[in-house]
């Protein structure tokens, strides 16, 4: 078989184990959020999931879980591997002029699933390093739904947000002209290695808030229980973050956003996870439970513990600038020492010498 033939049958190959494994993901979270609600004791397990607060309905959470897996599974057609592997072999590499991969499911309303094409093809744009421009997103949804563009443009950018952990801004009104930012200052606009792909934000707030929601410091068999049911393994690649254990406990120890020490006198060696001085300075507490929050389709204050914790960081950080401004402000008003007037001890009378005046 042709060189070239065998390289299509690999790419359609690892396209449809992409998209068969974030149907499962979506599958397992949701099934993880029905087996909680249909529980009759209220949750006490030490899953993120299963710490939400009656205020989430379960209906409203399952629905937003089910937002995630298409957003998961429209990536998966347009990602055929890892950031790596999409790196490292020439001939499997997108071209700037290749057509992305669109799809519409037959029989949904178009107001359904326009948002879903586009949040495609802004992916696509991101991950390609391209220019979002309006006029193409007007092209991608039809020019006869130009009317109906906002609310489809905030729609598709909410979902990537609580996956992705990404906002869409508008970086140049006069050419139209939006991009993907990352909610943290990661290398490379959130895609932490160098080169295409897409970004680990999402992974890393989902991190930084178990964290939190674990008292500040998460045992490692925590967090890989948890990213289980995000489809997450240590030592197996996955489509978006790579290998995951590289990841998460290398190059976000390295830049700092994560801490992975050794529990003390643990034997054999344990690991646990906490907020590295990275995450501390380029967020908070409250952010990340906005995050969370909007992830659940609720409010930060629907988890009542966590939310009057985070306010009391916030009033501690505000508290902590206003005594570093205002010890700035002093040492700008205050004047400098003046200088002595007299710097030499003053002479006794009968030290001093006069000249004698001479007798006429």
């Given at each position: ?254 830049l700092e956003y994560l801490e992975y020490r050794q529990v003390a006198n643990s034997d054999p060696p344990r690991y646990e996870f906490l907020w590295g001085p990275k995450a501390q300075a380029e967020t908070s507490k409250m952010k990340v439970l906005e995050f969370l929050a909007k992830v659940n389709d609720t409010i930060p204050s629907a988890f ?57």
């Open positions: 078989m042709p060189r070239r033939q065998k390289s299509k049958l690999r790419a359609s190959e690892k396209r449809g184990r992409a998209r068969a494994e974030a149907q499962g993901e979506g599958a397992q979270a949701t099934v993880a959020v029905e087996e909680e609600s249909t529980s009759s004791s209220p949750p006490q397990s030490e899953d993120i999931t299963q710490s939400l607060p009656p205020a989430v309905s379960s209906s409203t959470f399952q629905g937003r879980r089910r937002a995630q897996a298409i957003t998961i599974t429209s990536t998966a057609n347009m990602c055929t591997r890892s950031d790596e592997d999409s790196n490292s072999q020439d001939e499997d590499r997108a071209s700037p002029f290749e057509v992305p991969y669109y799809t519409e499911s037959a029989g949904e309303d178009s107001l359904i699933r326009k948002p879903g094409l586009l949040e495609q093809f802004l992916l696509y744009k991101y991950k390609m390093k391209q220019p979002i421009l309006k006029e193409d997103m007007l092209k991608i949804i039809g020019q006869n739904y130009e009317d109906q563009f906002p609310e489809i443009l905030k729609k598709a950018s909410e979902r990537i947000e609580i996956v992705f952990a990404v906002d869409l801004k508008e970086i140049d009104s006069t050419k139209q002209s939006y991009d993907l930012i990352s909610k943290l200052k990661l290398p490379n606009n959130g895609r932490v290695r160098a080169g295409r792909g897409l970004p680990k934000t999402g992974l890393l707030m989902n991190i930084l808030g178990m964290i939190f929601m674990k008292g500040n410091c998460a045992a490692e068999e925590d967090i890989w229980k948890f990213l289980g049911m995000m489809r997450v393994y240590a030592g197996r690649k996955h489509f978006i973050y790579g290998e995951p254990r590289k990841l998460i406990t290398k190059d976000l120890v390295r009542p513990s966590y939310y009057e914790e985070a306010l009391k960081d916030e009033e501690k950080k505000v508290q902590t600038r206003a005594m570093v401004t205002a010890g700035t402000i002093a040492k700008v008003l205050v004047p400098s020492r003046p200088m002595p007037q007299n710097i030499f001890p003053p002479l006794v009378k009968s030290e001093v010498c006069y000249p004698q005046d001479k007798k006429t």
